[in-house]
């Protein structure tokens, strides 16, 4: 005799409204318990990059070194950029647009460009004159070069400048030229990265593992994308000459801003710093002066991140305490007066 059992199911309960309402508090709180570490771990990850970038500029700087023997120069100054016609900046050549003859109008990161896997970028315009040169130049200025960039700074590109003489008016003049997040080092004015007829590693008397080669610049946040010509120290982009734009120091020679004699003790304006918008991109004006041309002197480095990378003239890179004691990091800019990198860093 078989026994059959219906089986009775037991009525399906549905989410009651305060079940779900725990179940997104729940979710939002982890969310918040994970976003610091998602940034965390977002801004660690572009933190290496930019150390990545500053030893990839001071390698191509040495290969540049070892190919010209001189490491890049800074010619020129505001208002040109690179012109591969024109060599590396340590000699006047004659062209059809400067038959009297011209020194390089780029700057040190438009020379070290073929050692950094952008030669067709140096190469722009090469061979042209007159309309179509400018045309060329044109396109250099808006070219973004990644390891010239800061991805936890805005869109690189600064607006409404349109000053470069042998760039701006062109047909393709793109109204904004690309900054550089990094500069190269001018120390106290016995720095790596200089003018004609450029560094030589025998004037490196300290060692080159003991000297900045380049490193992050300083910003201030609100002044990421200029604007354009009021801010004289980021009005310019990466391919100019020599400016306080792709140039940094790390102290003062003499207590002067501009050709203006002031009380500011020498390297004030040049102490490392986090960005913030607490201080202006240009430094510090002393109390009561007027914006003038000249004032101040340079630019200091810094970054966005919690240390700041800089990278030495031997290519190898450290993390700096923003803290850093100022008479260490101003003797770490200079090639020879006696500075040796502390065993802490």
């Known amino acids: 005799m078989s026994h059959h059992f219906k089986s009775i199911g037991m009525p399906r309960q549905a989410f009651t409204i305060i079940e779900m309402l725990i179940v997104v508090a729940v979710i939002t709180i982890l969310i918040a318990l994970l976003m610091p570490a998602i940034h965390a771990a977002r801004e660690s990850a572009r933190l290496g990059q930019c150390r990545n ?74 061979g042209t004159s007159g309309l179509t040169k400018r045309q060329w130049n044109s396109k250099i200025v808006g070219t973004v070069i990644p390891t010239y960039a800061c991805a936890s700074r805005t869109d690189s590109r600064i607006y409404q400048n349109a000053a470069y003489s042998n760039a701006a008016g062109g047909a393709d003049w793109p109204g904004y030229v690309q900054r550089s997040d990094f500069s190269g080092s001018r120390g106290t004015g016995a720095g790596m990265i200089i003018p004609p007829p450029g560094r030589r590693t025998h004037e490196v008397t300290d060692g080159q593992s003991n000297v900045f080669l380049c ?131």
């Open 53 to 126: 970038n500053a030893r990839q500029m001071a390698m191509a700087s040495i290969q540049h070194e070892n190919s010209h023997a001189v490491f890049p120069l800074a010619p020129k100054w505001y208002g040109f950029t690179g012109d591969p016609d024109l060599g590396i900046g340590n000699t006047r050549v004659v062209t059809p647009d400067y038959p009297g003859g011209e020194i390089q109008n780029g700057g040190w990161q438009y020379n070290i460009l073929p050692f950094l896997d952008h030669l067709t970028v140096h190469q722009y315009g090469a």
């Open 215 to 345: 490193g992050h610049r300083y910003l201030n946040p609100l002044e990421y994308n200029g604007p354009g010509f009021s801010i004289a120290c980021n009005n310019g982009g990466w391919s100019q000459g020599f400016d306080w734009d792709n140039m940094s120091y790390t102290g003062a020679n003499a207590p002067e801003w501009g050709n203006i004699a002031s009380n500011i003790p020498p390297g004030r304006n040049y102490n490392p710093l986090r960005d913030t918008i607490l201080r202006p991109s240009c430094g510090e004006f002393p109390a009561g002066s007027p914006w003038t041309w000249g004032w101040p002197t340079g630019t200091r480095f810094g970054s966005p991140h919690s240390v700041l990378p800089m990278a030495m003239a031997d290519g190898s890179v450290h993390s700096l305490d923003y803290g850093i004691d100022v008479a260490v990091f101003q003797s770490l800019g200079n090639v020879n007066d006696g500075g040796v990198i502390p065993t802490a860093l």
